[in-house]
């Protein structure tokens, strides 16, 4: 069974960056998809960024189109999602997820998640 463990969450300004890493295990990862999904309070779960295990292709979320950057270590078996210009709407819980099959920005496709980590961007 594959286990993701994400970290790298934390207290924020706004305007200012963090990089959130998922690590994860268990399980031979190419054709697997990794996403990054956000949930705020009183709020849905959303789709934020994906990669692909292998290859190049990487998918985002227009609300965080050109300030997030998806990215991956396979040698580490870790992704990132490095956060930049950061505002306060982008505070949330954040959560890595992976699936096999290619329906990157939907949520009930994901198989596995990490347990999450919290984002916090003060004004």
């Known amino acids: 069974q594959v286990q993701l463990v994400e970290s790298g969450g934390g207290l924020v300004q706004a305007g200012g960056s963090l990089r959130l890493s998922c690590a994860a295990s268990?399980?031979?990862?190419?054709?697997?998809?990794l996403g990054w999904f956000r949930q705020a309070p009183g709020r849905e779960r959303e789709f934020v960024a994906a990669?692909?295990?292998?290859?190049?292709?990487?998918y985002y979320a227009d609300s965080v189109k050109g300030r997030f950057t998806i990215s991956r270590d396979n040698a580490k078996n870790t992704a990132y999602l490095q956060m930049n210009s950061l505002k306060s709407e982008d505070t949330a819980v954040y959560y890595c997820a992976a699936q096999i099959g290619s329906s990157y920005s939907t949520a009930s496709r994901y198989n596995y998640w990490g347990q999450g980590t919290q984002v916090t961007v003060s004004s």
């Open positions: 268990g399980g031979t990862f190419s054709s697997y998809v």
């Open positions: 990669i692909m295990w292998t290859g190049s292709s990487t």
